[in-house]
């Protein structure tokens, strides 16, 4: 049975894909496009910071 044909017999529960996000259009919250893929590399990236800044200062001393 079909996403659609389910929905519609009420043995589905979920939303069908309608439409795209006004960021890209072809993106959904696991894509990658620029804005998702920082979205979720933002915990990483804020590492990243932490782990350089910490190099930076112990060759300072």
């Not at 959904?28 to 350089?52: I, M």
Request: net charge positive; charged share 35%; hydrophobic share 25%.
């Amino acid at each position: 049975m079909s996403l659609n044909k389910s929905i519609k017999s009420g043995k589905e529960h979920r939303k069908p894909y309608t439409g795209a996000k006004s960021i890209a259009k072809g993106c959904r919250n696991h894509g990658t496009c620029d804005w998702c893929l920082g979205n979720r590399t933002h915990k990483n990236d804020k590492r990243e910071l932490a782990a350089e800044q910490e190099v930076i200062d112990f060759e300072k001393m």
